[in-house]
């Protein structure tokens, strides 16, 4: 595994265990008293780290690591090395996610960038704010007057908790993220330099664009994760609403009044209009941009670099620019890759090369 400067693991597993771990039957003569201490990709591995094979890529270098074990696939089982113990599952990422988090439970959320617990000198936490026991502030993290922190919860360096905001258990808050305005549940990790609750971009336009007040909040419920340098608009006249188990990527824009249903997924770089709506379990690909009030309906999915000009059905696969029905969408990119060979419709190029 890489060197073990920043994440070590908190305690070594046995074969056996990790077998438990993942509902996975330990093999016939297998040595379940194994040590497992680490993690490593396929062609690193040694004799004391775990292993994982989920993409059939990578199947070639199964047949000569030296890890201890691998979580397999079934239809890869008989590659694994017989040096290796096979724990043979049919979701093998899932599985090595679950040991991770076993072996490296510090890497689940952040922490104090001080390595420190309590309220750090160099930080300002207002007299009439109020903090359950267990709760971690770090220098230069500012919490304004009327805010509720939740026991166990870590607000970072030079972060800003806004008056009267609401944070609840075992949150974390990264580095100069700020957060006003809003309301969040239990497990929120919201990573550094993110911008919850600030103005929507509401004006009325004319002659002179009048500012239009933005009177809502920014609802986050329980175990979403925001990424760096991510930034959610409080709402204009009602809240703006990330649901539960939501994960959301480095710099996305979500702007004011939009709702996000529960566990969705939304990647890099994505820029949803306001008043729009996300069902539960809608996945945008990385740099979708989502026009204002359009809904996008439970568990549809959207490719990446694609532009949302409307409403999307639910369970739909939409791609490309206006994004529509993606096998639509294939077939019209590859009629026009056909007619670009041949020079366009029946027309022949310049000879000269000119248009």
């Known amino acids: 595994m890489s060197e073990a400067v920043f994440f070590t693991p908190a305690r070594s597993f046995t074969v056996a265990e990790i077998a438990a771990t993942v509902g996975a039957p330990l093999p016939e003569g297998a040595d379940g008293s194994r040590e497992i201490v680490g993690v490593a990709p396929l062609d690193r591995a040694g004799p004391r780290d775990l292993v994982f094979l989920d993409n059939p890529r990578y199947a070639g270098?199964?047949?000569?690591?030296?890890?201890?074990?691998?979580?397999?696939?079934?239809?890869?089982?008989?590659?694994?090395?017989?040096?290796?113990?096979?724990?043979?599952?049919?979701?093998?990422?899932?599985?090595?996610?679950?040991?991770?988090?076993?072996?490296?439970?510090?890497?689940?959320?952040?922490?104090?960038?001080?390595?420190?617990?309590?309220?750090?000198?160099?930080?300002?936490?207002?007299?009439?704010?109020?903090?359950?026991?267990?709760?971690?502030?770090?220098?230069?993290?500012?919490?304004g007057p009327g805010a509720e922190i939740g026991s166990g919860t870590v607000i970072a360096a030079n972060a800003v908790i806004g008056p009267g905001v609401r944070i609840g258990r075992n949150c974390s808050i990264g580095p100069s993220a700020s957060v006003i305005h809003a309301l969040l549940g239990n497990g929120v990790i919201i990573h550094g330099g993110a911008r919850i609750g600030q103005d929507g971009f509401g004006f009325a336009m004319g002659a002179k664009h009048l500012k239009v007040p933005q009177i809502g909040r920014v609802v986050i419920q329980d175990n979403v994760e925001i990424g760096a340098n991510t930034t959610i608009d409080r709402g204009a006249n009602r809240d703006t609403i990330i649901g539960e188990g939501t994960k959301i990527d480095n710099l996305v824009q979500i702007a004011h009044n939009v709702v996000i249903g529960r566990h969705c997924v939304i990647?890099?770089?994505?820029?949803?209009?306001?008043?729009?709506?996300?069902?539960?379990?809608?996945?945008?690909?990385?740099?979708?941009?989502?026009?204002?009030?359009?809904?996008?309906?439970?568990?549809?999915?959207?490719?990446?670099?694609?532009?949302?000009?409307?409403?999307?059905?639910a369970g739909a696969r939409f791609g490309g620019t206006p994004a529509k029905p993606i096998r639509q969408w294939f077939r019209e990119v590859s009629i026009l890759g056909s007619l670009a060979k041949k020079g366009g419709a029946g027309e022949k190029p310049p000879e000269d090369g000119t248009a």
Not at 112 to 131: D, E, K, M, N, Y
């Open 61 to 143: 270098e199964l047949d000569t690591t030296t890890a201890a074990a691998c979580l397999v696939a079934p239809k890869y089982a008989g590659r694994v090395p017989a040096g290796t113990i096979a724990l043979v599952t049919p979701h093998p990422y899932h599985a090595f996610a679950a040991v991770l988090g076993a072996l490296f439970p510090e890497a689940m959320r952040p922490g104090s960038v001080f390595g420190s617990s309590g309220i750090a000198p160099g930080s300002i936490v207002h007299p009439s704010a109020r903090l359950e026991q267990d709760v971690t502030v770090d220098p230069g993290a500012v919490v």
């Open 267 to 313: 990647v890099a770089n994505v820029g949803i209009s306001g008043s729009t709506t996300l069902e539960d379990y809608v996945v945008l690909g990385g740099g979708v941009g989502v026009v204002g009030h359009a809904r996008i309906g439970k568990g549809a999915q959207v490719a990446g670099a694609s532009n949302i000009a409307g409403d999307v059905p």
